[in-house]
């Protein structure tokens, strides 16, 4: 059993029972529920239909065939219902019956509660670093709370880039990085999504001041801030003269 996108007909995760399944991982996504009969399951071709309750009675479908989807398909193909967010507590309910149509014996039935948590502690969704433009070089990345030690006559800018491992990989389409509130903004299309813009990671310079800063990225599915925003993070940290 596992939880797919629509739209691309992927699937996101394995539904366990008990799993905990992050926030960013189905946020902005037209969601649906599939279940597949593995080959070596003692009632593997056996089946002709299968009962699927989402969240005592919430959706409630009969599939004949397989894949069995909480809102159907075609050949795979699934089909787009209403769940494009999901609460915190859910459980989804699979009867297997002999025959179509929940006809014959019942050969069995699976119950899975998962839940949604935004607050599962893993992979950051994005990380932020701190770069010289001048050598377009990594100084440190910037975690909450740290005090960074810099040259004041440096070129400095922010760049942010979404890691391989993070649950956002392959699905921000652009980045909007705001530093202290306003007093700098940019919107970027591409990685790496630079506070000052680049060239190809070429690093445009821009003013970073010393003291207390915050800056906000607010990750979006399509280009130009487009689709769904997918999260917001927002990092404090200080820039020190260097005493070297």
Do not use: K
Request: aromatic share 8%.
């Amino acid at each position: 059993v596992g939880l797919y996108d629509v739209d691309t007909d992927e699937l996101i995760v394995t539904l366990e029972d008990g799993i905990e399944i992050n926030e960013s991982l189905i946020v902005g996504r037209n969601l649906t529920i599939a279940a597949f009969v593995s080959d070596d399951s003692p009632i593997a071709g056996d089946i002709g239909s299968v009962s699927l309750n989402f969240n005592d009675g919430d959706v409630v479908q009969t599939e004949n065939v397989e894949p069995y989807a909480l809102f159907g398909d075609r050949r795979g193909d699934f089909f787009e219902g209403d769940l494009f967010s999901l609460p915190a507590d859910n459980t989804i309910e699979l009867t297997a019956f002999a025959q179509r149509n929940l006809g014959g014996d019942e050969l069995g039935s699976e119950s899975i509660d998962f839940t949604v948590n935004d607050d599962i502690i893993g992979t950051p969704v994005v990380t932020v670093g701190l770069f010289d433009t001048d050598t377009d070089t990594l100084i440190e990345t910037i975690e909450a709370g740290d005090v960074i030690a810099v040259n004041p006559d440096q070129n400095l800018t922010l760049v942010a880039i979404v890691p391989d491992d993070s649950v956002l990989f392959g699905r921000v389409e652009s980045v909007f990085l705001n530093l202290n509130s306003g007093e700098r903004t940019q919107t970027e299309n591409t990685e790496p999504y630079a506070l000052f813009g680049d060239r190809r990671g070429d690093f445009n310079e821009g003013l970073l001041s010393l003291g207390s800063n915050t800056v906000q990225l607010d990750l979006y599915s399509q280009n130009r801030l487009g689709g769904a925003l997918l999260e917001t993070v927002s990092l404090d940290f200080s820039l020190v003269e260097t005493m070297l």
